[in-house]
């Protein structure tokens, strides 16, 4: 069975200061999808990015990076100087590539608190 | 451009009163919709995902129920809620071109007493 742990359950930081979210999965599959979405105040889960199990190649968009590791089973989210607005819920998830219905299992999600 | 909308946005109802949850989605077609529930320790479990009309998959047996009627519809019904069902309704799409990206809708809070 797919599984993933967050095993932070609440993290604080001050404006400005770099933070790290991480995400540790297990899978028994060879490909799979990756994905980490943010959950603001209002609700809405909001895709920020899906990293397929053969790219390990680390991605950076603006203040947000992903690091990739296969030999880990890890993919932990920094966010460089954070903001007041990155507080939020941060879930990571995996799907298993190819099924009919591509189901996600979710991480029990970090809460990220910036304060100013 | 994709959007999904679900409502309403906010409810509440007594127990063993009926549910009718709405989601419907534009811009694309024939998608995969996913309901899910997030209770108040934040996870998020999946509920129902349909892959066609009228086609409607159970992943939790529990006291709700789904349907499609049509293409970009989901609905979530249940005949009597009960206390359990309070939570945060979420409803997801994802193409057929085999992206696997899921997109949410803004929500559903449905609280029950």
């Known amino acids: 069975a797919q599984k993933v742990t967050q095993a932070q359950t609440e993290i604080s930081v001050v404006e400005k200061e770099d933070v790290t979210l991480d995400c540790v999965y297990e899978?028994?599959?060879?490909?799979?999808?990756l994905f980490w979405y943010k959950q603001p105040p209002s609700g809405e889960l909001v895709f920020l990015i899906r990293?397929?199990?053969?790219?390990?190649q680390n991605e950076i968009s603006g203040r947000y990076s992903w690091n990739f590791q296969k030999s880990t089973s890890s993919f932990n989210f920094t966010i460089t100087a954070s903001q007041v607005v990155d507080s939020a819920v941060y879930f990571c998830?995996?799907?298993?590539?190819?099924?009919?219905?591509?189901?996600?299992?979710f991480g029990q999600g970090t809460i990220l608190t910036v304060h100013p | 451009s994709q959007t999904i909308h679900q409502w309403p946005a906010t409810l509440v109802q007594p127990v063993g009163s009926p549910l009718s949850l709405e989601c419907t989605v534009e811009?694309?077609?024939?998608?995969?919709l996913y309901w899910y529930r997030q209770a108040a320790g934040r996870g998020l479990q999946l509920l129902f995902y349909?892959?066609?009309?009228?086609?409607i998959s159970s992943e939790v047996p529990q006291n709700l129920s789904a349907s499609r009627p049509q293409d970009r519809q989901f609905i979530l019904s249940s005949k009597k809620l009960l206390l359990s069902d309070s939570g945060f309704y979420l409803c997801?799409?994802?193409?057929?071109?085999?992206?696997?990206?899921?997109?949410f809708g803004p929500g559903t809070r449905l609280t029950v007493l």
């Open positions: 997801a799409w994802r193409g057929i071109v085999a992206t696997d990206t899921q997109y």
């Open positions: 899978t028994r599959d060879t490909t799979y999808y």
């Open positions: 990293r397929n199990s053969f790219d390990e």
């Open positions: 998830a995996l799907s298993e590539r190819g099924t009919s219905y591509g189901k996600l299992t």
């Open positions: 811009g694309t077609s024939n998608p995969n």
């Open positions: 349909s892959v066609g009309i009228g086609q």
